[in-house]
């Protein structure tokens, strides 16, 4: 019998033909299939081939592998195969203690890292039912808004990328560079910020922060325009992507999807809304919604969410009030026993955190929701279907990112 | 679960997490499930499955998105999800043999924190069940078009004149 690789004359004794030898360079794994979805992937019908797609791979964002079912150009079926950026985050978390935990979440999310963060910090904060400094809440606002700006930004440069144009790339990143100078100044860290504390933040708003703060907000809303200007109404951008990886309402329900993509398939569902924290009810902001749910929509939603982080950062500054920006908490803290269930509104959805403790120093456990993990499983429903070149802009205008997939 | 999804009185018709958690002497499987109807959350326990032989009836016919989460939760404590048709290693690879998220699975630096105690060994006894370890024979009929499957192994070997 032969395999599918077909035979090769033996380095022993060549009168005899043995079969191909499995190379690392087959993407069949060299196990028998484990579950009878592996099986099923890997028995190749007529005409269909196996690619194997990174996991160093400029389109992937991050260290993801795919391997691609392909009959010609067009996506049959994928198995994304991750765990090359896995950490191991939960379990050191766990081993070490709350204030650790800090940054040892900080590098989930790294295009927007102040909502990582602030995973352990709500969590605990839940746990000892402490009521932090208005200042503090309004800081965290603006640091969060700023990030979610900042990351849609990159967002809408990637996409571009991907479809590929270069030049909203650059835009999005002298404005994402802009905003990260400007945190960099306030938290002394450009991308893994450890800015939130237990009870408050690290330090208070300071002169260079506000100077450049100020400066960008003047131009903000006009340097927006001009970046989207470049996309709206391109003819190659709008027709790559309108219609292209439709995510109705019920299968992004399905798949667990949440954030901007939700929204773009028409559920007003922003947590920020539905679960009011921090000082979120007393602003005054819309949850943009569109119905059509393709890659356009997603866009579009989040130049609009986008619009409104801006509105939320001007009234947040007109309102900040003075007074202390760190509760009076000991620092060797023992956080009582009890189980949590936090969530924010990340850029990329809901990004949330079930905490339990023991009453020790240490969390007992701390599982964390990252969005980014259930929108990379959408990815795998969105893609079969499309050609190669297609599928990569999809996936871009999910928007995934690896750090926290793989955690 | 199915009646909280479908029931007109509940609809949860978002699974906002599945988490697994090993108290260190049972394990547990929690579900925190959203309403758009009542903007209401829920949380789920699915308690006291032994550490021995952890079993859940999977979720994933209801919400497509669990089959990773079920995988994560797999991957790290070894729980089955009876019904996941996807149930293997995520993030750790697929020779690993350990469930790392498990109390029981020790950190080398452990013993820095209790000194006195120095490094504590401990023998990974979990076995996962029988029939997830085993490859799935029953596909071999599909045998010389899957690369891999059971028929081929055997014949792996044989030279062809």
Redesign the interface.
């Known amino acids: 019998?032969?395999?599918?690789?077909g035979?090769v004359r033996?380095l022993d004794d060549p009168n005899?033909?043995?079969?191909t030898p499995a190379t690392i360079f087959d993407a069949?794994?060299?196990?028998?299939?484990?579950?009878?979805?592996?099986?099923e992937f890997?028995?190749?019908r007529d005409g269909e081939m196996l690619l194997n797609l990174g996991p160093q791979h400029p389109s992937t964002h991050g260290v993801l592998r795919i391997v691609l079912k392909v009959d010609g150009e067009r996506v049959t079926d994928l198995d994304p195969v991750?765990?090359y950026l896995?950490r191991?985050v939960?379990?050191i978390c766990?081993?070490g203690d709350w204030h650790h935990a800090i940054s040892n979440c900080d590098p989930l999310e790294y295009v927007a890292s102040m909502f990582s963060e602030a995973m352990p910090v709500l969590s605990a904060e839940k746990l000892l039912d402490l009521q932090i400094p208005r200042r503090a809440e309004y800081i965290r606002v603006l640091c969060w808004e700023l990030n979610r700006i900042a990351s849609h930004g990159l967002f809408i440069g990637w996409l571009a990328l991907d479809l590929g144009g270069l030049t909203p790339l650059l835009y999005g990143f002298i404005e994402r560079d802009r905003i990260v100078e400007m945190l960099a100044s306030l938290t002394g860290q450009r991308m893994l910020f450890n800015y939130l504390r237990i009870g408050g933040v690290n330090r208070d708003l300071n002169h260079d922060f506000l100077s450049r703060l100020g400066d960008w907000m003047s131009k903000a809303a006009v340097e927006l325009e001009n970046e989207t200007r470049l996309l709206n109404e391109n003819e190659i951008f709008v027709r790559r992507t309108k219609g292209m990886g439709v995510l109705d309402r019920d299968t992004a329900?399905?798949?667990?999807?949440?954030g901007p993509n939700l929204r773009a398939a028409g559920?007003p569902?922003d947590v920020r809304r539905?679960?009011p924290y921090s000082v979120y009810p007393e602003l005054d902001f819309d949850i943009p919604t569109r119905d059509t749910g393709d890659s356009y929509a997603r866009y579009l939603l989040r130049v609009d969410e986008i619009r409104e982080s801006i509105r939320i950062i001007d009234q947040v500054l007109h309102e900040m009030p003075d007074g202390p920006i760190m509760a009076k908490i000991p620092r060797m803290i023992r956080i009582p026993p009890g189980r949590a269930?936090i969530?924010v509104e990340s850029p990329r959805g809901?990004y949330?955190c079930?905490a339990?403790s023991d009453g020790s120093d240490q969390p007992f456990?701390l599982?964390i929701?990252d969005p980014s993990?259930?929108t990379l499983?959408?990815v795998g429903?969105l893609m079969p279907g499309n050609l190669i070149a297609d599928s990569m802009a999809i996936m871009a205008s999910l928007d995934p990112v690896m750090g926290g997939v793989?955690? | 679960m199915r009646t909280l999804h479908d029931d007109e009185q509940f609809e949860f018709e978002l699974l906002a997490d599945l988490a697994g958690v090993d108290t260190g002497t049972e394990m547990w499987v929690v579900y925190h499930l959203w309403s758009p109807r009542s903007s209401d959350w829920l949380r789920v326990v699915a308690a006291g499955l032994s550490r021995e032989d952890p079993r859940v009836p999977s979720v994933t016919f209801i919400w497509k998105g669990a089959e990773w989460a079920e995988r994560e939760a797999y991957d790290m404590f070894g729980i089955i999800f009876e019904g996941n048709r996807d149930l293997r290693r995520i993030y750790m690879p697929p020779d690993y043999t350990s469930f790392p998220l498990r109390k029981d699975f020790l950190l080398p630096d452990d013993a820095a924190r209790s000194p006195g105690e120095g490094v504590r060994h401990v023998e990974q006894t979990f076995q996962p069940a029988e029939q997830l370890r085993q490859p799935v024979l029953r596909r071999a009929e599909l045998g010389s078009t899957m690369p891999g499957s059971a028929v081929e192994l055997e014949a792996g070997t044989e030279k062809t004149p």
Request: proline share 7%; aromatic share 14%; glycine share 4%.
């Open positions: 019998m032969t395999t599918d690789r035979t033996s005899i033909w043995v079969d069949v794994p060299p196990y028998p299939p484990r579950t009878e979805r592996e099986a890997y028995h190749l991750l765990g896995h191991g939960e379990k766990e081993n329900l399905r798949l667990c999807v949440t559920v569902y539905a679960h269930f969530s809901q949330s079930y339990m456990r599982r929701h993990y259930f499983q959408a429903h793989d955690k």
